[in-house]
């Protein structure tokens, strides 16, 4: 697929890939393949079950060991990437635009204003909007309330029915004067020098074609807290994805789903690719690819982005319900035509959406398979069974997982334990969980969005807003 530059993205319409979240029905081709598929797997378990049952077995095994090869490579080639540069100064920089969508979040403004103040960029070329809902009074009351930057000003989103993040980002990206745009959300520490070294990143693009660059997310754990074990595998979890997977796939020119926050966007690419999908729950993902169908390349950040993880299984499992169904979205739009992506994208969406949509679904199913398998022989006294192309695959895809774990964590000075590596599959077990529930989620309520909950760091005081205080 030819890649175009910045400069004839004016000339690129949304009309070129006019598919999104919100047209629900399967296209034609993908109805046409699922009936095939349903039709030729049906008649051949009816016809030869304990064939088609090995073969299908064979076909996962030899998924995983294909997949574990491909961590393995992602982990080489993230290797020497470059080390952050101390910013040039004295020169004349771009006008950019930072754009927050917030919620229900008027406890921690105070923490998130105090954070985006410290960044470091001119004054005078930097421009930033709080998003608010025009229902969430409370929150827009507390913005209000607080003493805010000469260069950040609250933007309310008028009520017309969607009160999603990307449907509120899209409203900022209209007001938006910045020749590049940034994303945060609202328990975010970004780096001070994060948008001079996108500036800097954009600048030194000769080709025009680089419209996205990914920072690195960062997990802050907490070692006194009660959801300790699911904090630790969810920051080594990041650690993975972030620090060595979209760097590596970043270096190979591949296109990748981008995190939700601290993503930074050329604004005419973005505004001529039509913005956000407003109905995708992980618009982030979605948008990645769209850019890449566009013309655009995708790149990645040194300076990070620190975040706190969800915490409790209450409020983990509603963040990665949304996230795996987002993922569904995201397939279900890119699989409609598979042409404008070329085979880079094609291998890109399906090792990166399509692995974490297939691997959440048969996680549970697999480790339940094994310790099923073990306690029983176990019980009858009984040598386990030990297929040694079975035992391989699951010994690569482990070692594979604890690789990029270990690299990442590493990178982003996090501990990763040995303890932690045994009990990282009870973790991958409960992405099943948010797996299924996502896939339930997507047949009842495709566009409802679930809030994750933030409250500040402890020792940072909190805003308490009257609930029944009229806003003007």
């Keep these: ?87 040039i100064r004295g ?20 923490q998130l204003i105090e954070r985006l103040a410290a960044i470091d ?102 070692e006194r807290s009660d959801s300790r074990f699911l904090d630790r595998q969810f920051a080594v979890e990041y650690a993975a994805l972030f620090e060595v997977t979209l760097p590596a796939m970043a270096r190979l020119g591949l296109p990748f789903p981008l995190g939700g926050t601290s993503n930074h966007f050329r604004v005419d690419a973005l505004r001529a690719v039509g913005g956000w999908d407003a109905h995708n729950v992980t618009e982030d993902a979605d948008l990645g690819f769209r850019l890449w169908r566009a013309g655009g390349r995708l790149g990645t950040l040194s300076r990070p982005t620190y975040e706190p993880p969800p915490g409790a299984l209450v409020d983990w499992l509603p963040q990665r319900t949304r996230w795996l169904k987002g993922y569904m979205q995201t397939w279900g739009v890119h699989t409609r035509d598979l042409r404008g992506l070329g085979w880079r994208g094609c291998l890109s969406l399906l090792l990166t959406v399509g692995v974490a949509l297939g691997s959440a679904a048969i996680h549970a199913g697999t480790l339940a398979w094994v310790v099923a398998s073990v306690a029983i022989a176990v019980a009858a006294g009984l040598q386990p069974a030990t297929p040694i192309f079975a035992m391989s695959v699951l010994a690569g895809g482990t070692s594979a997982a604890w690789l990029t774990g270990h690299v990442g964590a590493r990178r982003a000075g996090i ?58």
């Excluded at 006008?95 to 105070?110: F, G, H, K, Q, S």
């Design 1 to 87: 697929m030819a890649r175009t530059g910045a400069s004839g993205t004016a000339r690129v319409r949304e009309a070129a890939y006019p598919h999104r979240a919100s047209q629900r029905s399967l296209g034609l081709a993908q109805g046409l393949v699922w009936l095939a598929l349903c039709g030729l797997g049906l008649v051949a378990f009816l016809t030869a079950p304990d064939v088609t049952f090995q073969r299908l077995v064979f076909a996962i095994q030899l998924a995983f060991v294909i997949y574990a090869f491909w961590r393995c490579l992602l982990a080489v080639a993230s290797l020497n990437m470059p080390a952050p540069r101390s910013p």
């Design 91 to 110: 020169q004349t920089l771009p006008r950019y635009t930072v754009l927050v969508a917030l919620l229900d979040e008027a406890e921690i403004l105070p």
């Design 121 to 222: 960029y001119p004054r005078d070329r930097l421009e930033g909007y709080l998003l608010l809902e025009a229902h969430d009074r409370v929150t827009i009351a507390a913005a209000r309330a607080c003493p805010l930057p000469s260069w950040l000003q609250v933007l309310v989103v008028p009520e017309d029915g969607q009160r999603t993040k990307p449907h509120a980002l899209n409203h900022g990206l209209a007001a938006a004067r910045g020749r590049f745009v940034t994303v945060y959300d609202a328990e975010d520490t970004p780096d001070p020098l994060q948008l001079r070294e996108a500036a800097e990143r954009f600048a030194a693009d000769r080709t025009g074609s680089l419209w996205a660059l990914q920072s690195p997310l960062r997990i802050r754990t907490r």
């Design 415 to 472: 501990a990763y334990t040995p303890a932690d590596m045994i009990v990282g599959p009870a973790y991958w077990s409960l992405l099943s969980l948010a797996f299924y529930h996502a896939l339930w989620r997507l047949v009842r309520e495709p566009f409802a969005w679930d809030k994750t909950r933030h409250s500040p760091d402890p020792g940072h005081p909190g805003t308490h807003v009257d609930a029944g205080r009229e806003v003007a």
